[in-house]
């Protein structure tokens, strides 16, 4: 795969060397490894958790206030948090980017991005309450019916890539859960 994303520690989390590449018998690869106290320090993938949020026909989008892509719109999500579900995750960041109450219906999407050392899950999920706005990430919040969907203004390919499959998929009301492999950058 392609790679976009290479973290290297310099220091040691547990007693604060520096570390060294060393070669791990056991695994065949290399890791950042503290020649002080034995510590390995590991880097995974990062979990990415968002919600298409349905209400009466009508998608909910979020119009971003912070970088990355600050003022286009996107489905409400973001980094999984430790001790929380993927499906806890995409409640939590629901409420925080667009102050909406939601019920998790069903996972809809798993994208796999190595490139990015990153995988991001989608969930679909309803409306419980036709209160929401605006969180502090959000500069708008608004419900969009397929035909107003702003295409040229989405956020992110995994969004894009979403909304074309659930607007599909609502035709015939069945939503099979896909697994989808974006193998390069979207701004190569
Ligand atoms: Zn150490």
Redesign the pocket.
């Known amino acids: 795969h392609k790679v976009l994303y290479d973290p290297h520690a310099l220091f ?6 520096r570390m060294e590449r060393r070669f791990i018998p056991e695994e065949g690869n290399e890791r950042d490894a ?1 020649p ?4 390995i320090r590991y880097f995974n993938p990062t979990p990415i958790v968002v919600a298409i949020i349905e209400h009466k026909g009508k998608v909910l989008l979020a119009k971003r206030a912070i970088d990355p892509q600050k003022g286009f719109w996107t489905l409400p999500g973001g980094f999984q948090e430790l001790h929380e579900t993927l499906a806890e995750g995409a409640a939590r960041e629901s409420w925080e980017e667009a102050r909406a109450k939601i019920s998790i219906q069903q996972l809809y999407i798993a994208y796999d991005i190595p490139f990015a050392g990153q995988a991001t899950f989608a969930f679909i999920a309803h409306l419980e309450s036709e209160d929401f706005s605006p969180g502090p990430e959000s500069l708008d919040v608004r419900l969009f019916t397929e035909e107003e969907i702003p295409w040229d203004e989405l956020s992110f390919r995994t969004v894009s890539i979403a909304l074309r499959h659930f607007f599909a998929d609502r035709k015939t009301g069945i939503f099979p859960v896909r697994s989808i492999l974006l193998e390069q950058p979207e701004n190569p």
Not at 12 to 17: I, N, S, T, Y
Not at 36 to 39: A, F, L, P
């Open positions: 040691c989390d547990r007693c604060g060397a503290c002080s106290c034995g510590y």
